[in-house]
């Protein structure tokens, strides 16, 4: 079966740089979240995409932004990256949330160091 | 807005025994969804075992189940015969209906012991 697709699955960036990160959702599936584990860490959300518009938002940084394009594969867009932003990056996706399936499935994420 | 909280940082198992794991939630939803993911070494998210809030019936998949007390806000997760490679972090998450993020808990980190 298809699963949800990250790239790159790894990144290494300079502070200050900036960094965009893709998912791919399963085929069909209409709702992409972003979370963020740092080291050590529960995953935390970010943000949430249902038919390209923002559907939720968590502790999501203003130096990021990400959006949902046509084809439902979503882009986190990393501006001024800093040490602390060194983490697994996973991205979800599922079928809409306010039906009977609210499963979200994970990607393998992006780990990403800042240098 | 949910809140999970997971006790037991780190506990052990030898294996083929039987262990479990606690999990303690709030939320303010009437219907809401309660979760267990595996994430082993490898850092990927593996869906264990899922909760409707509204069901009564306790989840079971093959030698996974969770013991769901509505009222106490209780979700634990046990393990039977425990094998070698049920050796993860596992994470507790709560999700509200119609909501669009999944609530992690601490994690505890499980190892089986040969």
């Known amino acids: 079966a298809a699963g949800v697709i990250q790239s790159p699955r790894h990144l290494i960036k300079e502070k200050r740089e900036t960094a965009t990160l893709k998912c791919y959702p399963i085929p069909r599936h209409d709702t992409v979240y972003w979370y963020q584990q740092g080291p050590g860490q529960d995953p935390q959300f970010l943000i949430s995409?249902?038919?390209?518009?923002?559907?939720d938002k968590g502790s999501i940084p203003d130096r990021f932004s990400a959006q949902q394009f046509s084809d439902y594969h979503s882009e986190l867009n990393m501006s001024s990256l800093e040490l602390g932003d060194s983490a697994l990056y996973f991205c979800a996706s599922s079928l809409d949330p306010s039906g009977l399936y609210n499963e979200q499935f994970f990607g393998p994420g992006t780990r990403l160091t800042v240098l | 807005a949910q809140t999970v909280t997971q006790s037991q940082p780190e506990m052990s198992v030898q294996e083929a025994e039987t262990v479990t794991l606690s999990c303690t939630y709030d939320t303010s939803e009437n219907n809401y969804y309660l979760f267990w993911y595996k994430q082993p070494p490898s850092r990927q998210m593996i869906l264990v075992i899922r909760q409707e809030a509204y069901k009564q019936q306790n989840a079971t998949e093959n030698r996974f189940s969770v013991n769901f007390q509505k009222a106490a806000k209780s979700f634990s997760l046990k393990i039977s015969d425990s094998q070698l490679g049920d050796t993860a972090m596992y994470f507790c998450?709560?999700?509200?209906?119609?909501?669009?993020?999944?609530?992690f808990g601490k994690g505890t980190k499980l190892s089986v012991i040969p």
């Open positions: 998450a709560c999700e509200g209906a119609g909501s669009y993020q999944l609530t």
């Open positions: 995409f249902y038919e390209k518009m923002q559907s």
